[in-house]
């Protein structure tokens, strides 16, 4: 055998190797045995009142107390309840949506991003990003295989007055020194938010 065809077969068996290696880590952060199929949630389906269609529930479950809270426009509130460095190298927020007001509200199409990429993917938070100011970097929502953004997705076009959408979004993971990052997400003026 040359050794031309032996480093072409070392190349094959390290390629291999690799994506075997992607394949076990996005199973691994995926939380789940199956792929959601487009047009499904990203994760269990929870109701959003007044909606037929559902929205994915947070990864886990959410605390009592918010570590953000923001107020944006039309009398919705952002609330995040963790911000958690997951192993792998991901950073996970977990939060929801509240309508406050008494009329219902209809989710923008700014919610989704810009990315041409994702808009098969229909409604999501792909537009959400941070912003960690230390570093001079901005992080946006990560990408399965299938190009779907790893946030709560296939969610319903309104929100009943009072009604909520929880959500999660999967980032990739700030340095460790880097302890605060800025929330962005359209409709809502930046906020910084603690990392744990």
């Not at 918010?66 to 039309?74: E, N």
């Not at 939060?95 to 209809?106: A, L, R």
């Not at 309104?158 to 979004?169: H, K, N, V």
Request: proline share 7%; net charge negative; with cysteine.
């Amino acid at each position: 055998m040359s050794m031309r065809h032996m480093r072409t077969m070392g190349r094959v068996r390290a390629a291999a190797a690799l994506s075997a290696v992607l394949v076990f880590s996005l199973a691994a952060c995926g939380g789940g045995s199956e792929d959601p199929k487009p047009g499904e949630a990203a994760s269990s389906p929870a109701k959003n009142e007044g909606d037929k269609e559902t929205s994915a529930d947070p990864v886990a479950s959410t605390p009592s107390e918010p570590i953000a809270v923001i107020k944006g426009d039309a009398g919705l509130e952002l609330s995040v309840f963790s911000a958690r460095r997951d192993e792998g190298g991901f950073l996970t927020l977990d939060g929801q949506i509240k309508n406050t007001g008494s009329e219902g509200f209809t989710v923008p199409v700014q919610w989704n991003g810009l990315e041409q990429s994702v808009a098969s993917t229909g409604r999501s938070f792909a537009g959400m990003t941070l912003v960690d100011s230390k570093g001079k970097k901005r992080y946006y929502v990560l990408r399965d295989t299938d190009n779907r953004p790893l946030t709560t997705y296939a969610y319903g076009s309104f929100i009943e007055g009072g009604g909520t959408l929880p959500f999660f979004a999967q980032f990739p993971a700030p340095p460790v020194d880097t302890t605060t990052v800025a929330l962005q997400f359209p409709g809502f003026p930046s906020a910084s938010i603690e990392l744990s």
